[in-house]
């Protein structure tokens, strides 16, 4: 049975020099720049977009931190996909009319009024920042390609059948 709908609405948490950017709302709260998610667009791509129209930023897609319903009214209920975005370049925003200000928090200073689904998001950089996932997702593809190649040399050589019943000895 459906009781409602919801929007869904992706965002992303963009570091410049340990602080986050938080972008002030109508409703006097912050929230991770980002937004709905067009017909035939990962995402991924959503995040981008949507920091480049919002903040003049562009960004590249990381790996994605959270997922949560939020409602931001009572009337309006969103499924929001947070992603970690590469370490930006810039602190230099160009904010579009969707905001009226913007603030680069310090990770561990973050406002009263950013809702706890941004906040979770948020605090899983802090514990494993993006280098160190790069890294690991470095490593573990290397780790594949080496072992296709360990299996690919293994299987070209020659290796002895042992029949059932055979004496071995």
């Given at each position: 049975?459906?009781?409602?709908?919801?929007e869904i609405?992706?965002?992303?948490?963009?570091?410049?020099?340990?602080?986050?950017?938080?972008?002030?709302?109508?409703r006097?709260?912050?929230?991770?720049?980002?937004?709905?998610?067009?017909?035939?667009?990962?995402p991924?791509?959503?995040?981008?977009?949507?920091?480049r129209?919002?903040?003049?930023?562009?960004?590249?897609?990381?790996?994605?931190?959270?997922?949560g319903?939020?409602?931001?009214?009572?009337?309006?209920?969103v499924?929001?996909?947070?992603y970690?975005?590469?370490?930006?370049?810039?602190?230099?925003?160009?904010?579009?009319?969707?905001?009226?200000?913007?603030?680069?928090?310090?990770?561990?200073?973050?406002?009263?009024?950013?809702?706890?689904v941004?906040?979770?998001?948020?605090?899983?950089?802090?514990?494993?920042?993006?280098?160190?996932?790069?890294?690991?997702?470095?490593?573990?593809?290397?780790?594949?390609?080496?072992?296709?190649?360990?299996m690919?040399?293994?299987?070209?050589?020659?290796?002895?059948?042992i029949?059932?019943?055979?004496?071995?000895?």
């Amino acid at each position: 049975m459906v009781i409602g709908s919801w929007e869904i609405s992706a965002k992303g948490v963009g570091l410049y020099q340990n602080r986050v950017l938080l972008m002030a709302n109508d409703r006097q709260e912050w929230e991770l720049p980002g937004g709905r998610i067009e017909i035939g667009e990962s995402p991924e791509e959503a995040v981008a977009r949507e920091w480049r129209e919002e903040t003049g930023l562009a960004v590249t897609t990381g790996r994605i931190l959270d997922a949560g319903f939020f409602a931001p009214t009572a009337a309006k209920t969103v499924l929001l996909l947070i992603y970690q975005l590469d370490p930006l370049s810039t602190d230099q925003v160009t904010l579009s009319d969707e905001h009226q200000g913007h603030l680069w928090a310090p990770l561990d200073e973050l406002p009263a009024n950013l809702p706890a689904v941004y906040q979770r998001a948020i605090e899983r950089v802090r514990h494993v920042p993006l280098l160190t996932a790069r890294v690991l997702d470095k490593l573990e593809s290397r780790l594949v390609q080496d072992r296709g190649a360990r299996m690919v040399r293994l299987s070209s050589t020659a290796v002895p059948r042992i029949g059932v019943g055979e004496d071995h000895s």
